[in-house]
């Protein structure tokens, strides 16, 4: 019922994209939404999800073949965000696997990284996360302390992260790690480092506010051998590899609420056509009627920004100031239509069993995480006032 308002979007016009859509909603319908109760309690989904995302081809999707992908374009991976989002499944963590970890090892991975680690991904057996916030700073990356000490053949890793992403179920983890300190060589750097490790170790799941089925943790690293060859990039350039692939991330989180916000709206059309009060469904009240058409206004105009900003994404062309201005633009709006979508369910909008609940809670996270939105306004006022920054 949506589609009648919004335009046709060009970048998932293809048969390919259609069948690609169509196969998404029946694993989500079949093999996902009937899990998520059990997956909250436990505070994460069951390793089997990724195993079937993976047989289905819906992990790495934009990898080339030779790495176990499917050698498609970026806009296959937006689609997969979008539909998730719909029916608010933020559980399984497979965007920042399959979007951020494996285009790390792609980019800046040696040859025998990406052999050893993208291929296992893409089958969902090996699960991934990255490392980069500790306890006592997340905006301030330059300020972090696990520290890598060079001791020939290996670095010694020591130190805490924490709030990570897929930290439990993970099998691998890209981490930020502080090298050479106290050198004039002193940097961040990035191993790839494997949870099998000895001394690394992981803690219990958070008890979130929201996306409850995200097994979202602390990781510790007391002592960890980390071999050299697992250094991803250079010695130190860590830093410049993380503000280059945010970007990247940001457009993620922008999508996951786009798709968000549209199933809010569907399901508040839904709900608010059969609900009556007043002897007349809510639908009709001109205060329902005009809070879903803002709503809507506001979808499709972020929609046309984002799809904007996945071809440049595809074409290498996104910049740090346009992925900050979807990130902090469309989390915003989400907030914003899920917030009044809510309010048109009255109390039923309250209880956990209705998904806009879920998404109410889960959906809050959004402007914080990958850089939280004041760290964007940051990051669009630089570009501002380029000059002045220079100097
Ligand atoms: C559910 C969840 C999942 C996450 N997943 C991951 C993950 O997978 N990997 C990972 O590394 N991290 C992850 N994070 C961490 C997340 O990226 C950080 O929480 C975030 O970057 C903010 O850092 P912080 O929590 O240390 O807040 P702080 O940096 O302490 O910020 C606190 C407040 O100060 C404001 N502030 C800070 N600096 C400035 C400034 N210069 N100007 C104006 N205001 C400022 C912030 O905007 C914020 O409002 C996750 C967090 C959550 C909650």
């Not at 306890?135 to 330059?142: A, I, N, T, Y």
């Not at 060859?229 to 990247?248: C, D, H, P, Q």
């Not at 609420?257 to 059969?274: L, N, P, R």
């Not at 039923?348 to 806009?356: E, L, Q, T």
Request: glycine share 8%; with cysteine; aromatic share 8%.
């Amino acid at each position: 019922m949506l589609q009648n308002v919004l335009l046709a979007r060009e970048i998932y016009a293809s048969e390919e994209h259609k069948m690609m859509q169509e196969m998404i909603q029946d694993f989500i319908k079949n093999e996902i939404i009937d899990n998520i109760a059990a997956w909250e309690k436990k505070g994460m989904v069951s390793r089997e999800i990724w195993l079937r995302a993976g047989t289905l081809g819906l992990l790495c999707m934009d990898m080339p073949e030779q790495y176990g992908g499917s050698g498609l374009d970026f806009s296959f991976n937006a689609l997969f965000i979008e539909e998730l989002a719909k029916e608010g499944i933020n559980g399984p963590g497979f965007s920042l696997h399959s979007d951020i970890v494996a285009p790390y090892l792609l980019k800046y991975g040696t040859e025998a990284q990406k052999e050893k680690y993208l291929p296992i991904m893409a089958t969902g057996k090996m699960i991934t996360a990255i490392a980069m916030t500790e306890p006592s700073c997340g905006s301030d990356l330059k300020a972090i302390q696990t520290k890598a000490v060079d001791k020939g053949d290996h670095y010694l890793v020591n130190g805490q992260k924490t709030f990570i992403t897929n930290g439990y179920l993970c099998d691998m983890s890209i981490v930020a790690v502080k090298t050479n300190v106290g050198t004039e060589k002193e940097g961040i750097s990035l191993l790839l480092i494997e949870s099998s490790s000895n001394g690394f170790e992981k803690g219990p799941p958070f008890n979130k506010i929201g996306m409850k089925a995200q097994d979202t943790c602390e990781l510790f690293f007391d002592n960890v051998k980390v071999p050299k060859e697992n250094l991803l990039g250079e010695e130190g350039v860590g830093f410049g590899i993380m503000m280059t692939e945010l970007a990247r991330e940001r457009l993620t989180v922008a999508l996951n609420s786009i798709g968000g916000a549209q199933g809010a709206i569907e399901k508040t059309i839904a709900y608010t056509s059969t609900r009556t009060a007043f002897k007349q469904p809510i639908a009709k009240f001109q205060n329902t009627q005009f809070k879903l058409a803002e709503a809507a206004s506001q979808l499709q105009l972020h929609q046309a920004f984002l799809d904007r900003c996945t071809l440049l994404l595809s074409k290498h062309l996104l910049t740090t100031e346009s992925a900050s201005i979807a990130k902090y633009s469309a989390t915003e709006m989400h907030s914003n239509v899920v917030d009044e979508c809510l309010q048109l369910f009255g109390g039923y909008g309250y209880m956990w069993d209705f998904p806009i609940a879920r998404m109410y809670a889960d959906n809050r996270v959004a402007r914080i995480y990958a850089g939280t939105n004041e760290i964007m306004k940051v990051l669009i006022a630089r570009g501002l006032f380029n000059q002045l920054f220079r100097k």
